[in-house]
């Protein structure tokens, strides 16, 4: 059948092209003719009357929550990802998809992929490895009375640490059919074939996270080029899970807990207070050296590898390794408990989830991130092989062919129902595709392999803890020192090569502070229980669920690596899109959309000084004396106009609205600005608090006024009225306050650094306070609030202050 197909007339053909080209203008799914097991692929989404059409009509509401009637971004995406997009190929077929090989190893030193690659017959540290057993084979934890002797250095050598990773994997894993005879090269490359199979007493040993993780090497259904990405994605969530338990033994918070080299120093110490053979303070400190070598650039660096991206595939024994020393950990725990009791993180997880999950409902808020994640789901939604075309075909000169086949695996085996997962696999694609451009463009291919050492920073896609110590890919300058010392920052000619739209969305995903900081939250804990529950539903065969309230984030990704495939050629990228695109997360970003809230407040709050509610109520209440200080000392010719002026002269002239695309230019002039906001952190916080407290008064006395004109409970009457007594006080307080965190901002701009200055952040710092005050007692004690103000009034640094105003 397939042979007769094949030689269909060509006019046949062209017609069915043609009749597929018509049907897929008049409707958005996507148009497919079928013949037997070829396909032609026209447009995206899927045909309406299948099963998977059904399923995805039926999406959670965050998807129907950026479907637009008649939007013109959506119009724009869907011609770009069908206009021109059609391939035949056979469905399904490994041929269609296959990639040149690439060593996996290319991007490491050869000295870790010795560590990494070694057996226990191969030597390679300084010392000869243990022939004791290491691991206990019935409970999977270490056996410390062999291991103890080892980390005597606080440390263990390489070659223990490689026994120790195939002892793990002799007794997590079943072996190969290999015999003794039998070439080792041949028996491993036939193994990395096939899905892992666990030893029959494992499963009852492992509590449910890693029993779930384990099941990612297990599935049966895995195809063969599947199995050593999967062990490479297993390994990479294997180091979060790992890190997580180490954090919590030193009772820290996701996001913002010490670096791990301190963490893993916490250890060691651990039980110092229970000594000798069998102690906790033994399992600590043997677990410590093992994890220095494991994690640390004193030794391997494992977790960095892996998370930075620097691997595409992984030998299992470093999986089973991270599966004992998790068990050991928990063990530990267990007995440490009766003997020490770390102090409480002020700070909880559940508040490290909240804020995080709030960073991503943002997206949807700005509309150049809400296009690109709009963008993206017209992506997602595209049938298997045109999603495979767009995310796998097109990226292809951009990713190397070593992380191809796991980019493969991240698209279709977790990118539509998994966000937490795919946000894991594709971010460290992302970042090691980018820091080969990076790496290219800037003339730095030194930077391209990850080194042994201390002295030895990697480039990354974002810096966490330590932003200042190395290069970030999307940074538009470099971070280098010449030979004398001195900082010199040339440009990152990255930028150029990305175009400023690019780099703005991808600077809000993984680097602006205030922003969503995917790679961050994923790798640092903080969606650790979305993760588990992605694990759990894989291992129910529930793919029903799509992702809940980081669904977006899969959006968002999606449209990133499709964006990666316009690297070469930035133009190409849709027009219409990139003038959408905006930062919508750096300081000056946030800086200046709050500054035009607290503008925008101010003129209504003025507006309604005059208003009859107020001008009755401010006549008919009973002034106090210190409301009626506050009022005197606060009064000035400051308008909002004069604001409006001030903040012209603060913020650069480039354009934050979508009359054009957002340049090269702009990037680096945002970026200037962006430096100097970061020194005034207290005036930014300053103008976050009063965009708040405005729009808090602003709703707070629109239900007063409401109160007053409708009449109603006499109570209720006498507190609106009250309330709208201090509005002339309040106008003059937040005008004053706004003055204070811009003024200090153009300070800063200026460089001179003079009593002036000093006074000014004093300014700054008084005007929180009272802000805090003010407006968190306005509802519940106007009193407090008049006395906070008059107290602010007649400070000296305010009066000041208020002078420059003449």
């Known amino acids: 059948m397939l042979n007769r197909l094949l030689v269909l007339p060509r006019w046949l053909f062209l017609l069915a092209i043609r009749v597929s080209l018509l049907h897929s203008s008049t409707n958005t799914n996507t148009a497919v003719a079928a013949f037997g097991p070829l396909r032609i692929i026209v447009g995206s989404g899927v045909t309406r009357g299948s099963a998977t059409g059904r399923r995805r009509q ?13 939007s013109p971004v959506r119009d724009t995406m869907e011609q770009s990802t069908s206009a021109g997009k059609y391939s035949v190929a056979p469905v399904g077929s490994d041929d269609c998809y296959h990639q040149p090989s690439s060593d996996p190893y290319a991007y490491v030193d050869e000295s870790i992929k010795s560590v990494l690659t070694a057996d226990p017959s191969t030597h390679i540290g300084s010392n000869t490895s243990s022939t004791s057993l ?17 980390c005597s250095k606080g440390s263990i050598s390489l070659d223990d640490l490689v026994l120790l990773a195939c002892q793990c994997e002799s007794i997590v894993f079943r072996p190969n059919h290999c ?5 080792r090269a041949d028996c491993d490359a036939a193994e990395s074939l096939h899905p892992s199979v666990l030893r029959p007493s494992v499963q009852e040993l492992l509590p449910n996270r890693l029993s779930n993780l384990l099941c990612i090497v297990t599935d049966k259904d895995q195809e063969s080029w599947e199995v050593e990405p999967q062990i490479l994605v297993a390994t990479l969530i294997s180091f979060n899970m790992l890190e997580s338990k180490i954090r919590d033994l030193c009772n820290k918070t996701s996001g913002r807990a010490p670096l791990l080299k301190h963490m893993i120093e916490s250890l060691g110490r651990m039980g110092d207070n229970d000594d000798g053979a069998g102690s906790v303070g033994e399992k600590f400190r043997s677990l410590s050296a093992i994890l220095r070598t494991l994690l640390l650039p004193s030794g391997i660096n494992l977790r960095n590898l892996v998370w930075h991206g620097f691997l595409a595939t992984i030998p299992r024994k470093w999986l089973a390794l991270n599966v004992c020393l998790m068990l050991s950990l928990e063990e530990a725990d267990l007995d440490s408990r009766d003997i020490d009791e770390p102090s409480s993180d002020t700070v909880t997880q559940s508040d490290a989830v909240r804020s995080s999950l709030e960073r991503v409902a943002k997206l949807s808020m700005h509309e150049g991130t809400r296009s690109m994640m709009e963008y993206g789901q017209v992506v997602m939604e595209s049938d298997d092989g045109l999603l495979h075309h767009r995310l796998v075909e097109s990226v292809s000169s951009i990713v190397p062919a070593s992380h191809r086949s796991l980019l493969r695996v991240a698209v279709h085996r977790y990118a539509r129902h998994y966000p937490v997962c795919f946000a894991a696999i594709s971010s460290l694609i992302i970042e090691h595709s980018l820091r080969l451009l990076w790496c290219e463009e800037n003339r730095k291919p030194e930077d391209m392999i990850a080194l042994r050492g201390y002295d030895r920073y990697y480039v990354t896609l974002d810096g966490h803890g330590q932003r200042d110590k190395h290069d970030i890919v999307l940074m538009p300058y470099l971070s280098t020192e010449d030979a004398d010392g001195s900082q010199v920052l040339p440009e990152n000619r990255l930028v150029q090569r990305l175009g400023g739209s690019a780099l703005a969305f991808l600077s809000d995903m993984f680097t602006s502070p205030h922003g969503p900081n995917i790679r961050s939250a994923v790798t640092h804990g903080i969606w650790d229980d979305f993760l588990y529950e992605e694990l759990g539903r894989m291992v129910e065969g529930n ?12 959006f968002a990704l999606l449209a990133s690596l499709d964006l990666l495939s316009f690297a070469n050629e930035a133009s190409s990228f849709p027009p219409r899109l990139q003038k959408l695109i905006r930062p919508a997360f750096s300081y000056a970003a946030i800086m200046t959309r709050e500054v ?8 209504d709050l003025d507006n309604t000084v005059t208003t009859e509610q107020v001008l009755i109520a401010s006549s008919s209440a009973n002034m106090s004396s210190q409301y009626i200080k506050a009022l005197s000392l606060l009064s000035s010719d400051l308008d909002v106009s004069r604001l409006a002026a001030l903040k012209e002269r603060i913020v650069p002239t480039y354009d934050y609205e979508t009359a054009s695309i957002w340049s090269v230019s702009d990037v680096y002039k945002e970026s200037g600005f962006n430096t100097e906001l970061a020194q005034c952190r207290a005036a930014c916080a300053l103008i976050n608090d009063l965009a708040l407290a405005l729009s808090q008064m602003s709703d707070t006395l629109a239900d007063a006024m409401a109160t007053l004109s409708k009449g109603g409970d006499r109570r209720q009457c006498k ?13 003059q307080l937040y005008k004053v306050a706004a003055y204070a965190a811009l003024f200090q901002i153009e300070t800063e701009k200026s460089g001179v650094q003079n009593e002036s200055s000093t006074d000014a952040m004093k300014a700054v710092e008084r005007s929180r306070m009272c802000i805090s005050t003010f407006a ?4 519940t004690n106007i009193d407090r609030s008049v006395k906070a103000a008059a107290d602010y009034a007649s400070s000296k640094t305010v ?4 002078k420059t105003l003449q």
């Not at 290491?134 to 080892?150: E, G």
């Not at 015999?179 to 070439?183: I, K, L």
């Not at 968190?776 to 509802?779: E, K, P, Q, S």
Request: with cysteine.
């Open 134 to 150: 290491l691991v206990d084979a019935s409970t999977l934890r270490i056996l410390y009375d062999n291991m103890s002797p080892l």
């Open 543 to 554: 793919a029903d669920d799509t992702g809940g309230e980081l669904r977006g984030v899969a």
């Open 596 to 603: 035009e809230v607290v503008l925008e407040k101010l003129v």
């Open 799 to 802: 009066m000041s202050l208020i």
């Open 719 to 731: 507190k609106a009225t009250r309330l709208c007594s201090v509005v002339p006080l309040a106008l």
């Open 58 to 70: 039926q999406s959670a509401p965050f998807i129907k929550r950026y479907r637009r009637s008649s």
């Open 776 to 779: 968190t007692m306005l509802n």
């Open 179 to 183: 015999s003794e005879n039998d070439n």
